[in-house]
C-alpha cells in the first residue's frame, strides 16, 4: 500500500461516526482523569479495558489512545491552580505553572499548557505515521534472538528508569515473570502454578490484576490521607499567551517536543521522565536560570510539550514491534491481542486500517482537546471540588463490574481484591507496580521467542550472541545492570 492510499484509508477510517464518537469519548475521559487527581492513566484503561470488548479494535484503541493523550492535557490544569498533579507526568508543571498562578499569570499558563500540547501531539503524530512504517519494515529482519534480547532491555530500561530502587524493580520484574508462568506451558500443556485450580489453568487474566494494582490500591492509599485541596481562586483571564509568552515558549515547545517523542520510544521511557529531562533541558539553556520555580513559562511549555509528544513515541515501539514502552502501552498491548489484531511488523499489512484511522483519529483527537481545554476549564475547576468520598465508591463499583465481566465468575473479582491489597502494600513499602505489569504481559512472550531461539540453536545459548542486534541488546542490558554497582565498588576498592 502506497502512503496517499495509506492516508486516505486513515482519513476515512477517523471518520466514521463510531470512531468520531469513540475518539471524543476518550480524550473527554482523559482529560477528566488528568484533572481528577487519584487514579492515573493506567488505572482509567485497565479498568475501562472491559468496556472494550464489544467494540470494533479500530474504536477500541481510539478510545484508549484519547483517554492516554487526554490525561496529558487534563494533568496541566490541576497542576497549575491546584499544585498537585492529575498525572504523574505533570509533576514538573506544578514547579513554575502554579508560580505563575500565584502571579495572576493562571491563564497565560493554562494557555500556553494546551498550545504546546497541541504543537507537540501534531509533531508526535507526524513523526509516528513516517517512522512507525519504516520501523515495522525493518522488523520483518527480526527472528525470535532479536525479540527475547529486545525484551529483556525493555524490562531492564523500566527498572532503571523508574522512580524507585532498582533492586525493588527487578524483585517487581521477577514476581511479574512467575506470575507470567501461571497457567498451561504453551508447548507441553502442562498445569504449572495452578495448585489444582481450574480456574488458573488459562493463567491470570491481565485485567483484573491491573485493576487490583493501580485502581482499587491507589482507591485504599488515598482513603487514609486527609483530603486537602487548595483550588486556587483566580480569574482565568488572558487564556491567550501575548507574543512575550510565545518568543519565551516556541525553543522550548520544540525541544520538548523532540525528547519528549524520543525519549517516549525508548523501552521504560516515560511521560514522566521526558517532562523531567525537558525541564533540565530549558533550565540549562535559558539565559534567566534563576527564574525557574518562580513562574518560568520555559517551565511550563517544555515539559508539557514533552510529555504529550512521549505518548505518540511510545506508540511506536508497540505498533512496530509488539513491544510495550511503558505500563500504559503493556495494557494496549493486551487490548491488541484481546482483539484479534496482535501489533507488530504484520499489522500494517494486515490491518492497515487500524494503524492509520488511530494515526488519524489523533489529529481530530488534538483538536478536541484544544476546544475542551481551553473553553470549559470553568468546568474543570468545578469538577475539582467534587469530594473523594464520593469519587471513590463509584471507582471501586467500575473496578468490581470490570473484574467481573471478564469471565462472569467472582473469581475475577476475588483475584481484583488480592491484587488490590498486594498492590496497597507495595505502594506503602514503596515497591513500582509498573515494572510488574511489563514483567507480566511480557513473560509469556519472552518465553515463547527464548523457547524459539533455543529450538533453533538446538539449545545452544550463543545464538544471542551470533545475530547483532540481539548481541547489542544483551550488551547494554549487561551495562545497565552492573552500572548501579560502580558506587559500591568504588567504596570497595577505595
Known amino acids: 500500500m502506497g502512503f496517499l492510499e495509506a492516508v486516505h484509508l486513515g482519513i476515512i477510517t477517523a471518520i466514521q461516526p463510531a470512531s468520531l464518537f469513540f475518539c471524543f469519548v476518550g480524550v473527554t475521559i482523559g482529560t477528566l482523569i488528568g484533572v481528577l487527581p487519584g487514579i492515573g492513566t493506567s488505572g482509567t484503561v485497565a479498568i475501562l479495558l472491559p468496556i472494550t470488548f464489544n467494540l470494533s479494535p479500530v474504536s477500541a484503541i481510539i478510545m484508549l489512545a484519547g483517554i492516554y493523550y487526554g490525561a496529558m ?5 490541576t497542576s497549575i491552580l491546584v499544585n498537585i498533579p492529575g498525572e504523574a507526568a505533570s509533576v514538573v508543571t506544578c514547579i513554575d505553572g502554579y508560580a505563575m498562578a500565584r502571579k495572576g499569570r493562571a491563564g497565560a499558563a493554562l494557555g500556553i499548557a494546551a498550545f504546546g500540547s497541541f504543537i507537540a501531539g501534531y509533531f508526535g503524530i507526524i513523526m509516528l505515521a513516517f517512522l512507525a512504517p519504516a520501523l515495522s519494515r525493518l522488523a520483518f529482519d527480526f527472528g525470535p534472538p532479536e525479540f527475547f534480547s529486545l525484551m529483556v532491555l525493555g524490562l531492564t530500561l523500566s527498572t532503571y528508569i523508574g522512580s524507585g530502587s532498582i533492586l525493588k524493580s527487578l524483585m517487581m520484574v521477577v514476581l511479574g515473570l512467575i506470575l507470567g508462568c501461571v497457567g498451561q506451558d504453551p508447548i507441553t500443556a502442562t498445569p504449572r502454578l495452578t495448585y489444582g485450580s481450574a480456574n488458573l489453568l488459562d493463567g491470570l487474566d491481565m485485567v483484573p490484576v491491573v485493576m487490583g494494582l493501580f485502581g482499587l490500591s ?25 507574543i512575550d509568552d510565545w518568543k519565551r515558549s516556541l525553543l522550548p515547545i520544540g525541544r520538548g517536543s523532540v525528547l519528549g517523542f524520543f525519549i517516549g520510544i525508548i523501552p521504560g521511557g516515560t511521560a514522566m521522565v521526558s517532562s523531567f529531562v525537558s525541564y533540565a533541558v530549558e533550565k540549562k539553556f535559558s539565559k534567566h536560570p534563576e527564574e525557574f520555580g518562580k513562574g518560568a513559562i520555559e517551565g ?28 500504559v502501552m503493556a495494557l494496549f498491548l493486551a487490548a491488541l491481542m484481546i482483539h484479534g489484531t496482535p501489533p507488530g511488523p504484520m499489522l500494517l499489512v494486515n490491518h492497515p486500517e487500524l494503524f492509520w484511522g488511530v494515526i488519524f483519529s489523533m489529529f481530530i483527537g488534538n483538536i478536541l482537546l484544544l476546544i475542551l481545554n481551553l473553553p470549559l476549564i470553568p468546568l474543570w475547576v468545578k469538577l475539582l471540588e467534587v469530594p473523594y468520598k464520593i469519587l ?103
Open 73 to 77: 492535557y487534563g494533568g496541566s490544569i
Open 392 to 494: 471513590f465508591p463509584l471507582i471501586i463499583l467500575f473496578c468490581l463490574i470490570g473484574a467481573f465481566s471478564v469471565s462472569s465468575t467472582t473469581f475475577g473479582m476475588g483475584i481484583m481484591i488480592l491484587f488490590g491489597m498486594i498492590g496497597y502494600l507495595m505502594k506503602k513499602y514503596e515497591y513500582e507496580a509498573g515494572p510488574l505489569v511489563l514483567a507480566f504481559i511480557l513473560g509469556p512472550m519472552l518465553e515463547t521467542a527464548l523457547r524459539q531461539s533455543l529450538i533453533v540453536a538446538h539449545g545452544s545459548f550463543s545464538i544471542f550472541m551470533q545475530k547483532p542486534i540481539s548481541m547489542v541488546s544483551l550488551v547494554i542490558t549487561i551495562l545497565f545492570l552492573l552500572f548501579p554497582l560502580i558506587p559500591f565498588l568504588k567504596k570497595r576498592w577505595s
Open 300 to 327: 511550563v511549555a517544555g515539559p508539557e510539550a514533552a510529555n504529550n509528544s512521549a505518548t505518540m513515541g511510545a506508540m511506536v515501539p508497540l505498533l512496530t514491534l509488539g513491544i510495550p514502552s511503558n505500563v
Open 218 to 242: 491507589e482507591v485504599m492509599l488515598n482513603i487514609e490521607q486527609n483530603e486537602n485541596r487548595i483550588i486556587y481562586q483566580a480569574k482565568l483571564k488572558g487564556l491567550l499567551p501575548n
